[in-house]
Structure formats: C-alpha cells, structure tokens
C-alpha cells in the first residue's frame, strides 16, 4: 500500500459509522418523465450501497443528481455533513466524492498515465511559476504524481503499459483506470455505474474484490449493477428504484425474497 492510499485510509477509517451521504426526497424529471421520483437513501461510512432496477429506473439520473451532472428539481443531498445540492460537480469532486461512467469516459488523447494523474491535480499544491520555471518543487510533485499514479494502477490491477494510449487498452482495462482515475482524487465516497457491464466472468470476480479492497481503504462505495451475482456477493444494503420510485431498500436477503422486487423484475423480463 503506498503512503498516498495510507492517507486515505487514515483520513476515512478513524469516523466510524457516521452517514457520509443523505439523499432525502430527490426528483429530477424531464420533459413529462419523472426520471427519479422521492428517492432517499444514506450511506454510512465505510459501507457498499447497491442501487438496482430495471432498465431506465433512473439509477444513472440518481447518480447524476448526486455527482452534480442533472439539477434536481427536489429534495436535498448532503454528503460529509454538507449540503451539495445543485452544486457543480468540479465543486463536489473537490469535497471527496468521485464516481465513474456508465460508458467508460477517458481523455482519449491522453496516456493511462496522464489520465489517472488528472485525478489528483487538485492535490498538487503547486503553482504555475512553480510549473513555468520547472522549479525543484514542479519537478518533485510532477515524480511524485508519477509515482501515485502508478500506485493507484497496480492497486486496481492495471496490467498493460501505462504509456498507451487509453484506447489502444481492452475494455476491461479502460474500466480499471477509470477506477484508478477516481481514487486518485482520494475520495471518501465512490459511485460506480455499472462497473461490471462488458467484463467477462474473471473480470467480475477481480472486480469484486476490487470493490472490498477499496472499501476496506475506508472509502464508502454505492454500485448501481445488473449483474444480481455481483450485488448479492458485495452489497451491504441495496436500494431498488422501480419507474423513478424507491420500493425496497434492506439486505441482501431481505431484497431478494421481497415480493415487490420480485414483481418488477419480473414484469421487466415479460416485456
Ligand atoms: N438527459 C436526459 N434527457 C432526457 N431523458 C433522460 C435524460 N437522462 C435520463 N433520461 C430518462 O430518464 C429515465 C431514467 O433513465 P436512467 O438513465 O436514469 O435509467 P437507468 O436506471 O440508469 O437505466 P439503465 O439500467 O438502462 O442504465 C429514462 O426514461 C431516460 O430516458
Ligand atoms: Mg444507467
């Protein structure tokens, strides 16, 4: 573990139990469709939060409200004791919470490298006369960024070359440095959508204990994912969205035999 994914355990470990999230009656619709219609759920520290439905149940317009990419029409969001609601994602990135795409979203122009390192300027502490006049400092920083980066990508089991470009990788190699992107921005909270979409079945199990190793830095994780292995294996506590509407939110155990869920799954297959 290098000293960067130390700190990020320090700093998340030693607040146990608190809410690091409260979603209380979110909505957001457009144009006549009520995307996500008074959803609340939270999130405790250290936690893995499954948010599941049927396809267009408003699991990515939930994320989008939260991470700062759709304005909420109601309801409120706090994270880490802050009210968050409608501001910009720069802004709540910036706070600690960090989140991935539905469909993979990389500077494709940029290296595996440069990519994760996008995700920790806001830590650099360096200024542009330190970067104009490559002071000792710049140099310094820029190694140790290097050298983070890299941390990160061995942590989320990147194997290729860091130096290709990000869409020379496979598919489940651009996954894990989105991932590594995202924890180099050393957040408390992560949100994955659908991280397993597109990995085959070694990949998912690699995934899984990807998302433990993460939780177990202290980071709080909420997955939205089909894969009902994946959810069942790794969630703490699963919320369902059906049509925007929240209709389950309890265990594993609890979620599966609900007859509610079983209902909308199953209506969803009929279709
Ligand atoms: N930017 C947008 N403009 C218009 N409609 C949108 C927009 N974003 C989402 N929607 C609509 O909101 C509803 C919920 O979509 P959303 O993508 O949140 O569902 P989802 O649960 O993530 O589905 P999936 O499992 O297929 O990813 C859908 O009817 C979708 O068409
Ligand atoms: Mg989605």
């Known amino acids: 573990m290098s000293e960067t994914q130390q700190a990020v355990r320090k700093r998340t470990t030693h607040q146990g139990g608190e809410v690091v999230l409260e979603v209380s009656d979110l ?13 609340s759920f939270s999130v ?15 699991k990515t317009s939930a994320f989008n409200c939260i991470s700062g990419f759709y304005r909420p029409n109601r309801g409120t969001i706090v994270f880490d004791g802050q009210q968050i609601t409608r501001r910009k994602p720069s802004y709540i990135t910036a706070r600690g919470m960090a989140r991935t795409f539905q469909n993979v979203r990389l500077f494709s122009e940029m290296t595996v490298l440069e990519n994760v390192k996008t995700g920790m300027h806001s830590h650099l502490g360096q200024n542009v006369f330190d970067a104009m006049l490559h002071t000792p ?27 290709l470009l990000v869409t020379q990788l496979p598919y489940g190699e651009q996954r894990r440095v989105e991932i590594a992107r995202a924890l180099a921005t050393q957040p408390k909270l992560l949100l994955l959508d659908e991280p397993g979409a597109g990995l085959n079945h070694s990949e998912k199990n690699e995934l899984m204990g990807l998302i433990r190793r993460i939780r177990d830095l202290g980071v709080s994780i909420v997955l939205i994912e089909h894969d009902m ?40 297959e009929e279709e």
């Open 137 to 163: 400092r710049y140099r310094r920083s820029e190694a140790q960024c290097a050298e983070d980066a890299r941390g990160w990508l061995d942590f989320v089991g990147f194997r290729a070359d860091d130096e």
């Open 44 to 58: 405790h520290r250290g936690e893995i939060v499954s948010v599941i439905g049927p396809n267009g149940a408003g």
């Open 229 to 268: 292995g994946l959810v069942m294996e790794v969630s703490e506590r699963i919320v369902v969205l059906n049509y925007g509407k929240e209709i389950a939110d309890g265990t594993p155990e609890a979620v599966k035999q609900d007859p509610v869920v079983i209902a909308a799954y199953l209506g969803e």
């Open 27 to 39: 909505a957001v619709s457009f144009g006549g469709i009520k995307a996500v219609d008074g959803l």
